[in-house]
């Protein structure tokens, strides 16, 4: 007949019989043995008492707690706590995170809403109080990562004209490092957080900022209408210089021209002004009206030449000038004039 006994016997403990001799390591032994139910009887007698002894509830030991090594804020991360399966019960479980949050039970959850490095520490009891350990673990909580964001652009001066360095800059969010991609929306491009730049040309631009991090990008578009230059003293520009003809001429004589230059200059530093040409024949001159507006037409052509719009020239022929009845001083009457348009 076999006979099937289960011992949980102490480390160290030997198995008192007259035919078997073995020690325990640890833990449950399974036994067969052979015998008549009156041999039998002794020893069952002798190993109901190693139960009682090597069997008896344990003080809890805390074995092992485990969780997450790192966690973002606001996060929640599981912990959970292993202690020895022989501890009398009930056991109770502590937690304490270490950012004067508490919890209870063997697996608890937590989230943390700072960033920081936290030692989170288990306090296991049992025997009503009498008997406790602890275990810990450190978990380092970070903020979470955040994309790079553009809030606004900013150009100054916000309206320039084609000799005005622009200043732009924006307002960005997001974590370090921030990369920048500018495009000006006439061929120019620049990746720094604040660049300069100047048009050449007026009229309307498109600047494009493009940020990027490590955790995702973002872009903004605003318009820039861009002005001719134009010098200060132009909006006070009250008259130009007169071109003097000979008798009966149109043609702008060398000294006619180099007066005109000066003209062109004011016209160049000032593209928004618009002028008219007015001719005028003096007395004693053939075919005044036509003569007048020839001479016009003569500086009207010489600004064209030297890249002025036609959209901005007007001319008249004004005819034979009044007042004029002597031929000495006749001359003066021999001209064109330019007059500023407001």
């Known amino acids: 007949m076999t006979t099937l006994v289960r011992l949980c016997l102490r480390r160290g403990s030997e198995l008192p019989h007259p035919t078997v ?9 399974t036994m067969k043995h052979r015998t008549s139910l009156l041999q039998r009887l002794p020893l069952l007698l002798v190993l109901g008492g190693l139960v009682m002894a090597g069997c008896s509830p ?67 009891s049992n025997r009503k109080g009498k008997a406790s350990d602890t275990g810990q673990t450190t978990v380092v909580v970070v903020d979470p990562p955040v994309p790079a964001e553009v809030i606004t652009i ?38 720094s957080a604040a660049p300069i730049h100047t048009y050449d040309q007026p009229g309307s631009y498109t600047v494009t900022l493009d940020v990027s991090n490590n955790a995702g990008s973002d872009s903004r578009r605003v318009s820039i209408v861009v002005s001719p230059y134009e010098a200060d003293y132009c909006a006070e520009l009250a008259d130009m210089n007169a071109v ?6 149109s043609i702008l004589t060398a000294n006619a021209e180099r007066v005109l230059g000066d003209n062109l200059d004011i016209l160049q530093d000032c593209p928004n002004l618009n002028v008219r040409v007015v001719g005028l024949a003096g007395p004693f001159e053939r075919n005044p009206q036509a003569l007048s507006e020839d001479r016009a037409r003569a500086v009207q052509q010489y600004y064209t030449d030297n890249g002025v719009s036609p959209s901005r020239i007007q001319t008249q022929g004004a005819g034979r000038a009044a007042g004029g009845s002597k031929k000495s001083g006749a001359e003066q009457f021999r001209r064109a004039d330019t007059v500023p348009m407001k």
């Open 154 to 191: 900013l150009a100054d001066p916000p309206t320039p004209d084609t000799r005005t360095a622009v200043r732009f800059g924006a307002n960005v969010r997001g974590d370090a490092p921030l990369r920048y991609s500018w495009s000006f929306g006439d061929g120019g491009t620049d990746n």
């Open 244 to 249: 003097y003809f000979e008798r009966n001429s």
């Open 58 to 124: 344990k003080n809890v030991e805390v074995l092992g707690v485990t969780g997450p090594d790192r966690l973002e804020t606001n996060e929640t991360g599981t912990f959970v706590a292993e202690t020895n399966e022989d501890a009398k019960p009930p056991v109770l479980y502590e937690w304490n995170f270490g950012d004067n949050m508490s919890a209870e039970g063997q697996t608890t959850s937590h989230a943390f809403s700072r960033a920081g490095t936290y030692t989170v520490t288990l306090t296991a």
């Open 21 to 29: 001799s073995h020690t325990i390591v640890r833990g449950t032994l």
